[in-house]
């Protein structure tokens, strides 16, 4: 047990669209990333996407329906199976929460993040 500084870990890294481990939840890993520009559109198909915007605003697209803006302090979660694109105009930070394991490209043709352990 031990207490995770979220805003020490994001200071560790400047890159976009790498997350990284900062604790294990259950079979899961919790994540922090950054965001800028946008991520291709995907799918999970077996599990929802986790999203907690801790400081700035995302976009969430969702295909056929309108985009939700997601700001620092909210939270949005996608279904699995449903196509969904992440983007930011601006730099944002969030924690993400997914099953050790779980490409965080979904279905896409991205490669994949790596997903190292701070």
Known sequence: MRTVNLREKLA????????HVVADYNDNDVMVVKFKGEYPFHQHANTD??????????????EGEPSRTVKAGEMFIVPKGVVHRPRAKEEV????????????????DREPAPKPRL
């Open 49 to 62: 996407d986790f999203f907690l915007v801790l400081e700035g605003e995302m976009e969430m697209d969702i």
């Open 12 to 19: 560790q890294f400047d890159s976009h669209w790498d997350p």
């Open 93 to 108: 930070k969030v924690l993400l929460i997914e099953p050790k394991g779980e490409p965080n490209s979904g279905d896409s």
